[in-house]
């Protein structure tokens, strides 16, 4: 049973910066993808950064250049450093894993099965 446990949200104004954190069990990475989502009130949920198995990293160009998303195996954690934000960014932001897929279709969020509870990201201006 894979779990994901996010954690590091919070408040933040305009051009600060947050690190969020996913602490995995259950998963073994080497083959589909692993990820960050987030979903604003009123909007789809959508990738925000991915890493496949082959240790490919694709971002939504809204992000690129401001977050940074890494894995570390020995921690079991995902991470993602965001970097210069922005009101735009304020959304809930998940975790979530899945199996058989690989490049930027890591970040379509349709057909994940695996979901954490999500962490709340606030950026006022």
């Known amino acids: 049973q894979v779990q994901l446990v996010e954690s590091g949200g919070g408040s933040v104004q305009t051009g600060g910066s947050l690190r969020l954190s996913c602490a995995h069990s259950g998963y073994t990475y080497g083959s589909g993808c692993i990820g960050w989502f987030r979903q604003a009130p009123g909007k789809e949920r959508e990738g925000v950064a991915t890493?496949?198995?082959?240790?490919?990293?694709n971002y939504a160009v809204s992000v690129k250049g401001r977050f940074t998303i890494s894995l570390d195996n020995a921690k079991n954690t995902l991470d993602l450093q965001m970097n210069n934000l922005k009101p735009d960014d304020t959304a809930m932001y998940y975790c979530a894993a899945e199996a058989g897929r690989s490049g930027w279709l890591c970040l379509i969020p349709r057909g994940y099965p695996y979901w954490g509870q999500g962490t709340q990201v606030t950026v006022s201006s």
């Open positions: 890493i496949d198995g082959d240790g490919d990293i």
